[in-house]
């Protein structure tokens, strides 16, 4: 509705610009990390200076810093992203943290300070900074800014700029009313009623009666060559090197063994025991909990006069390996060959001292070697292959940098040379439009048509392991127009296609002129000397319009942009001709009695509006702190970081 009524009015309203309104800092911390921030670097001020803001600067290098952070965004949708293809974002990004420092500027000019105690809550809520118990502890919190590249103090600024945005932008834009004597005119229009008249002037009834002369298409095909080039062509010469040349590659019954020996974590049988464990920094009080819990109290009452819960000491099932890890070796070592109810310990490690009761022993079985085997040999056989295919990779490899050609590599690695027809570089045919190139070998296809005649060969990588193929060029046809004579049906047709469209064009223009004013559409045809299919009235009302968004017909589309008695031509989105509408009658709507319209009208206007006063009340602050913008600096810094010069 909106979009409709700012074509209409062609107002101010219809130019609003996005401002910033309440940056969320902390819940880009969260959603994507830092790297989704416009932060800047927030250091120390360098030497160059891209801008002056009040008693703030942007430098050279808060830029650079900011551009890598773009880089880095736009390399997660696009990993072959380089500076060069964010050109475009270097001023947004510099007038941003043009603004930022013009926010933190004002602030400071009247006395708006952020408390410490405030920004330490914007980092608490932060979940990159809690550890992993939920919690924000020293540790956790100076492994996010080591992560995150910052320091405590570029982290405070960051959050404290954000909050001054908060507090000082958001509240003067938000709450934007539209009062009734603005809203009522748009609703009106909205009710906007026109009549009118269209015809279609076809392109097919030019089309049917045009024969043009050996010399015309002759001529339209020498001013048109260009539409009727034959895109480069090649043979290309592809050895495959794929599972099929190793497939007589199996593991043998020592492979076989040997890993089932090596792997006996896997396949042998485990010890699982069910470990409670107190570590305690005192070894006498230690001494009392190991004493307690073998006179007969229970481990739980018994870890008790060390300040534990049960919470505290329960391990749950470990293995040997995995309480190690825990423990330590020398404490495992003990509880894995004490029996089930024994209280070992205190066993000083470097935690403290552990005291350490098995409440159970378990022993689950592992497979046998005759019952490994099966998967042993499959994987064994698998990785096998795939070392095979790669040693016979390396082999031609090697081969084609002694100086052998295709031929002469894939003959020594006993593989097979095939040759594909005449094709472009998507892998076509043009004379056998059935020919599909293999799929499998796109990457030999791409880098076929890279080589020049007396290039080398290459060894190009095959996706899901599929191994290697070697392509060299054979047969190059360049790109030329495509004969005449083998076109000649073509081009006769194209120059019939380009011709008619002239003649339906200028027949449109002519009506169009001749019926503007009292004359209607059909006499206007009559003037002409034109058969038309028929002249169809249309009546439509500018709400209707603005409810089918992008998909209104052209034609009704043009009704809503002539003036009364006005004509003008559309062209058919099919491309079938060309519409001849008239704007005959302009019915203005009344809006007065349609409160609920001028409602929507209001609400639909609130948003931009927001966005107005943000921006507004932004300019102001500028203005009040002054911004001055060092030009050169700018120019070369933008430059050095798209470029590189």
Do not use: C
Not at 199 to 228: C, H, W
Not at 237 to 244: F, L, T
Not at 271 to 281: E, L, N, T
Not at 317 to 334: E, I, M, N, R
Request: aromatic share 4%; no cysteine.
């Amino acid at each position: 509705m909106l979009t409709s009524l700012r074509k209409a009015s062609k107002s101010k309203i219809g130019t609003i610009v996005v401002a910033i309104v309440g940056l969320a800092i902390v819940a880009g911390f969260g959603a994507g990390g830092i790297a989704s921030l416009d932060l800047g670097s927030f250091t120390s001020m360098s030497a160059s200076t891209l801008a002056e803001v009040g008693s703030k600067e942007v430098t050279d290098r808060e830029m650079s810093a900011a551009m890598q952070r773009q880089l880095a965004r736009a390399r997660e949708q696009n990993p072959e992203a380089d500076y060069a293809s964010i050109a475009g974002d270097f001023a947004p990004l510099l007038d941003s943290l043009v603004d930022q420092r013009a926010i933190q500027a004002f602030a400071d000019k009247e006395g708006f300070v952020v408390s410490k105690r405030l920004i330490d809550a914007e980092i608490a809520n932060i979940p990159g900074v809690r550890g992993l118990n939920g919690k924000v502890s020293e540790q956790s919190y100076r492994a996010f800014l080591q992560q995150q590249r910052l320091t405590d103090a570029e982290l405070r600024d960051a959050i404290g700029g954000t909050i001054l945005q908060r507090l000082l932008i958001t509240p003067g834009a938000t709450g934007a009313k539209v009062p009734l004597g603005i809203a009522t005119p748009y609703a009106s229009m909205l009710l906007e009623v026109r009549e009118g008249e269209v015809t279609l002037v076809p392109i097919s009834q030019f089309a049917a009666t045009l024969n043009p002369t050996d010399a015309q298409i002759e001529q339209f095909y020498k001013t048109n060559t260009g539409r009727y080039l034959i895109p480069e062509r090649r043979v290309l010469k592809i050895a495959r090197i794929g599972p099929e040349q190793v497939a007589h590659v199996q593991a043998t019954d020592q492979e076989i063994a040997q890993y089932y020996n090596d792997h006996q974590d896997v396949y042998g049988s485990k010890d699982i025991r069910v470990i409670s464990q107190a570590v305690i920094p005192d070894q006498k009080v230690a001494n009392q909990v190991a004493a307690s819990a073998t006179g007969g109290a229970s481990f739980v009452d018994a870890v008790k006069l060390a300040g534990l819960s049960a919470a505290d000491i329960s391990v749950g099932p470990q293995t040997q390996k995995d309480f190690a890890d825990l423990a330590g070796d020398k404490v495992a070592a003990a509880a894995f060959s004490a029996p089930a109810g024994a209280v070992i310990g205190p066993i000083q490690s470097p935690l403290g001292w552990h005291v350490v009761k098995i409440e159970s022993v378990e022993t689950k079985g592992g497979k046998s070697l005759a019952a490994a085997r099966g998967e042993i040999a499959e994987k064994l056989t698998a990785e096998k292959r795939k070392t095979a295919l790669s040693d016979l990779g390396d082999k031609i490899q090697d081969a084609l940098d002694g100086g052998s050609n295709l031929d002469e590599a894939a003959k020594e690695a006993n593989v097979t040379v095939s040759a594909t027809p005449l094709v472009t570089a998507s892998g076509r045919s043009l004379s056998d439009p059935s020919y599909k190139f293999p799929a499998d070998l796109v990457p030999a296809l791409k880098s076929g048509f890279e080589l020049q005649p007396n290039d080398d060969p290459v060894v190009e990588q095959l996706a899901d392991d599929g191994g290697f193929a070697v392509v060299a060029p054979g047969q190059i046809v360049a790109s030329a127009p495509a004969p005449i004579a083998t076109i000649r049906d073509q081009v006769r047709q194209d120059w019939i296609q380009q011709e008619a469209n002239a003649r339906a064009r200028a027949l449109a223009d002519e009506i169009a002129k001749a019926a503007t004013g009292t004359t209607s559409l059909a006499d206007a045809a009559k003037k002409a000397n034109a058969s038309l299919p028929g002249v169809q009235p249309v009546k439509a009302r500018r709400l209707q319009i603005s409810q089918l968004g992008n998909k209104v017909p052209p034609p009704l589309a043009m009704l809503f942009t002539l003036g009364q008695g006005k004509a003008n031509v559309v062209a058919d989105q099919q491309g079938q001709g060309y519409f001849v509408v008239k704007a005959a009658k302009i019915i203005p709507g009344n809006a007065l009695n349609q409160p609920r319209l001028i409602g929507e009208v209001q609400k639909d206007f609130e948003d931009p509006m927001t966005q107005e006063f943000a921006q507004e009340l932004m300019t102001a602050i500028r203005k009040d702190v002054k911004v001055k913008r060092n030009e050169p600096a700018i120019i070369s810094a933008k430059q050095r970081m798209t470029t590189g010069g």
